[in-house]
C-alpha cells in the first residue's frame, strides 16, 4: 500500500496512514487488491478519521471482486467507480516479432493473454482510495509520474499537478483508455495473420477453434468497452448533478473535470468503434474466404464439365467405329485408324477453341 499527499504542486510520498487528514491538498490512497482485503480494517477506520464515513460493504465487495464490469455507483459522501483495464498480458508482445508474422499458436496464446481486469476508485471530497490487480502498474506509473511534474514545479513551475481526487482518478482511466494501444497492435497482427491464412489460397486453413476464439474475444472486449462507456456516462450525468461551487477557483476546476470526463468517454468510444471495426473485418475475412472456397469450386466444376464435354464426342467417335458391322467406313482399310484419330483430335481441337471463346476455361478473348 502506498500512500501520497497531493498539495498545490507538492507530491509527497507517505510512510503509513496519517493520523488526521492535511489541512490542504487530498490524500491518494493506492492498493494492490490482495493487500486491500487484508488491510481493509485499517482503511475503513482511517477513513472514519478523516471523512467522518467509511465505504459501504458492498462497495468493499466490489472493489475486491476480480471479475465485477466496469460501473459506477454513489453515496452522499463518496463515488465509486469500477473501471476494467484492457492490457495485453505480459510477454504478449513478443509473441508477433513483425506486423504480419506470426502462428496459429501465438495467435492462440495472444487471445489467452489480454487482460480485463478491474481497478476500484473511491472517490471522496479529499481522499482517494483505488484498487489495483497485483500486477497492475497504473499505480506506480502515476505515482514516478506525478513525482516528476512535482520535481518539474520546482524547478521550472510548469507542472499540471490534479487539482483533487476526481481529477487524479480520470487521468488515469484515460491512461488505461490509452493503454488500449498495446493491445489494438498485438489484436490487429494476430487478426491480419488469421485473415492472410483464410485468403491464402495456397493453405488449407482448418483451425477454426483459433478463428471462433478470436471472435469470443473481440465480443468480450466490446462487451467491457460497453461497460466502460456506460460507467463514464452515469460519472458525467452524476458530476452534472453536484452543488453549484461559491467561488469562481471550484466552478473552473469543475468544468475542467467535465472536459476531462468528456475526454475519456471520447476515447473509450474510440476504443470501442476500433474494436467493432476488428470484430467486422473478422466476419468479413470469414464471408471472403467462404466466397473463394465457393469460387473455387465454382472453377473445378467448371474445368471438370469442360473436359466431360470435350470428351463425349470422342466417346461417340469411338462407339461408332466400335460397332459389329461389316458396312462401316474405313474398317477393312490400313489408314481408317489415323483418319478416326485425325478427326477425334479436330472435333477437341475445335471444341477447346470454343470453350475458350465462350471463357468457359482460362484465357479466354474479353
Known amino acids: 500500500m502506498r500512500i501520497f499527499h497531493v498539495l498545490g504542486e507538492q507530491f509527497i510520498e507517505l510512510d503509513e496512514l496519517p493520523e488526521l487528514l492535511p489541512d490542504h491538498g487530498f490524500l491518494w490512497v493506492g492498493s494492490a487488491r490482495r493487500e486491500f482485503e487484508v488491510r481493509s480494517l485499517e482503511v475503513q ?3 472514519q478519521r478523516w471523512v467522518g464515513g ?9 472493489l475486491l471482486n476480480n471479475q465485477l464490469p466496469s460501473h459506477f455507483d454513489y453515496t452522499s459522501w463518496y463515488d465509486l467507480m469500477v473501471f476494467r483495464r484492457l492490457a495485453a498480458g505480459a510477454g504478449s508482445e513478443s509473441l508477433f516479432l513483425g506486423e504480419n508474422s506470426g502462428t496459429l499458436a501465438s ?4 487471445l489467452s493473454d489480454i487482460d480485463t481486469s478491474p481497478v476500484g476508485f473511491a472517490v471522496f471530497d479529499r481522499v482517494l482510495v483505488t484498487v489495483h490487480p497485483a500486477d497492475c502498474a497504473v499505480r506506480d506509473f502515476f505515482a514516478q509520474r506525478l513525482l516528476s511534474l512535482s520535481a518539474s514545479a520546482e524547478t521550472r513551475g510548469n507542472a499540471r499537478m490534479p487539482a483533487g481526487p476526481a481529477d487524479l482518478m480520470l487521468r488515469m482511466i484515460n491512461h488505461m483508455v490509452d493503454g488500449y494501444l498495446d493491445l489494438r497492435r498485438l489484436l490487429t497482427r494476430q487478426l491480419g495473420y488469421l485473415q492472410q491464412e483464410l485468403l491464402n489460397p495456397r493453405s488449407r486453413f482448418d483451425d477454426w ?3 471462433l476464439e478470436s471472435r469470443n474475444a473481440l465480443h468480450l472486449l466490446e462487451d467491457v468497452c460497453e461497460d466502460q462507456r456506460s460507467a463514464v456516462q452515469e460519472w458525467i450525468d452524476a458530476l452534472d448533478e453536484w452543488p453549484d461551487e461559491a467561488n469562481a477557483q471550484a466552478r473552473r476546476e469543475r468544468e475542467l473535470l467535465r472536459v476531462r470526463s468528456r475526454d475519456v468517454l471520447e476515447h473509450v468510444e474510440r476504443v470501442l468503434t476500433h474494436v467493432r471495426r476488428l470484430e467486422h473485418s473478422a466476419e468479413t475475412a470469414v464471408q471472403m474466404h467462404f466466397s473463394a472456397l465457393g469460387h473455387r469450386t465454382n472453377d473445378i466444376m467448371r474445368t471438370l464439365t469442360v473436359l466431360t464435354a470435350i470428351f463425349l464426342p470422342l466417346n461417340l467417335i469411338t462407339g461408332f467405329f466400335g460397332m459389329n458391322f461389316d458396312g462401316l467406313p474405313f474398317i477393312h482399310e490400313s489408314t481408317g485408324v489415323w483418319v478416326a484419330v485425325g478427326l477425334m483430335l479436330a472435333v477437341a481441337v475445335v471444341l477447346w477453341l470454343v470453350f475458350r471463346r465462350q471463357r468457359f476455361i482460362g484465357g479466354g478473348d474479353t
Open 107 to 110: 495467435a492462440r496464446q495472444a
Open 209 to 211: 477453434g483459433v478463428l
Open 45 to 47: 477506520t482511517a477513513l
Open 54 to 62: 467509511q465505504l459501504v460493504d458492498l462497495h468493499i465487495s466490489d
